[in-house]
Structures are given as structure tokens and as C-alpha cells.
């Protein structure tokens, strides 16, 4: 089946740029979406169809799939975005729903 | 304003069906969309249980497929989940969300989710 790999943390001081990857053979080739959960919360889409944001995500975060990893980008990292972000795809060929491991962002 | 919202036992004894029932409120189940499961045993990530469109065109993880049942109940615009032979790996915490599929772009994902339900199963 296929996977999605994440790193397991990332770690950044408030204000700087956090790139969370998410790689996939030829993820390219697919759809990711991400999602953020904060912890005892239910997660939140922040990124649908590799780079849209839903209404009400701020504009600092970002993703880009050109090729592998994809990457959810959150700039100007704030306390309020210490959270685990998954990313997920669908794999067409087994009709099933994909997530990766999940990577937990610290704001130190 | 769209809300689901678990309901069900949160013990559950090994070997038996655990169900759960999702009520949503704000949006019509019959006007569309998929409504499904996922779960997320502690400490540990999200797993996709299921999703289904209609009461049709079922889709399921793999490795719980057997075990696994996602029914529609239109007139109380309430969905459910059923997972029998219940074992302590089956402990999690159970999401129920909405979901948006397109075959065209090969995408599926979900979009609002209830706030979670915990489901120990214990002897």
C-alpha cells in the first residue's frame, strides 16, 4: 500500500519559516492535503488540493507539490501553531485513504 | 453553521461490536458529500476507517474492511459506524467528518470533523 513519510518534529524559534514535508513515490502525481491538530482537538484541513487554503486559514500557511516531498509551508511561526500536521492522499489504485506519520512543530 | 457531533458507549468489551453514531447538524447528509470514520489510538496518528456516499459506494481501509460497517440514516441525518470482534488495539479516539471526493482529481478529504469520541475496549 502506499506511504507517507513525514519527519517526526520540527523545531523553530517564533517568527521563522517552517517546512514540513511529506514524500510518497511520485507524490507529484497525486493530491495532498493537510491537516493540523492541536492537542485534545479534533484536526483541521489547512491545505486541500496540494494549495488552497479553506476560508478562515491565515495566508502564512502555504503548500506546494512538485514533486517529492511535498511541503506545507507555515511562515512567521507563532506560539499558536504548535501543533502535529499530517499530511493524506488518496491511493486510487487500492480505493483507500492515505495518511503520513504525522510531524509534531514545537515553537520554541 | 456545519456540526457533527460522536455518540456511543466509550467501554467497549473485547470480542464485541462496538457502534457509534455521528449527528450532524447544518447540512442535509442526503444532499451529499461522503461521511465517514477515522480514528486515532493514543499517542499515535490518524487511520481512515471508511467512507460512504448515500449508504453506496463504500469505500474502506483495507485492513479493517472485514470488520467494518458505515450506514446512512437520512431522516435523523445521522451516520454510524459498526466494528465487531473488537480487540484493545481497536482503543482510539473515533472522528467522524465529512469528506470530499473527486475520481477526476484524484483527491479525497475531509473537510469538518466532529470533535472526537473515546472508545476503550476493556474486559
Known amino acids: 500500500s502506499y506511504v507517507l513519510t513525514q519527519p517526526p518534529s520540527v523545531s523553530l524559534a517564533p517568527g521563522e519559516t517552517a517546512r514540513i514535508t511529506c514524500g510518497g513515490n511520485n507524490i507529484g502525481l497525486k493530491t495532498v492535503h493537510w491537516y493540523q491538530q492541536k492537542p485534545g482537538q479534533a484536526p483541521v484541513l489547512v491545505i486541500y488540493y496540494d494549495s488552497d487554503r479553506p476560508s478562515g486559514i491565515p495566508e502564512r500557511f502555504s503548500g506546494s507539490n512538485s514533486g517529492n516531498p511535498a511541503t506545507l509551508t507555515i511562515s512567521r511561526v507563532e506560539a499558536g501553531d504548535e501543533a502535529d500536521y499530517y499530511c493524506?492522499?488518496?491511493?486510487?489504485?487500492?480505493?483507500?485513504?492515505?495518511f503520513g506519520g504525522g510531524t509534531r512543530l514545537t515553537v520554541l | 453553521q456545519l456540526q457533527l457531533q460522536e455518540s456511543g458507549p466509550g467501554l467497549v468489551k473485547p470480542s464485541e461490536t462496538l457502534s457509534l453514531t455521528c449527528t450532524v447538524s447544518g447540512y442535509s447528509i442526503a444532499s451529499g458529500y461522503y461521511w465517514g470514520w477515522i480514528r486515532q489510538p493514543p499517542g499515535k496518528g490518524l487511520e481512515w476507517i471508511g467512507s460512504v456516499y448515500h449508504s453506496e459506494s463504500p469505500y474502506f481501509n483495507p485492513s479493517l474492511k472485514s470488520r467494518v460497517t458505515i450506514s446512512m440514516d437520512t431522516s435523523k441525518n445521522q451516520f454510524s459506524l459498526r466494528l465487531t470482534s473488537v480487540t484493545a488495539a481497536d482503543t482510539a479516539v473515533y472522528y467522524c467528518?465529512?469528506?470530499?471526493?473527486?475520481?477526476?482529481?484524484?483527491?479525497?478529504?475531509?473537510?469538518?470533523w466532529g470533535k472526537g469520541t473515546t472508545v476503550t475496549v476493556f474486559s
Open positions: 493524506q492522499v488518496w491511493d486510487k489504485n487500492a480505493d483507500h485513504l492515505v
Open positions: 467528518a465529512r469528506a470530499e471526493y473527486s475520481s477526476s482529481l484524484d483527491a479525497f478529504y475531509m473537510d469538518v
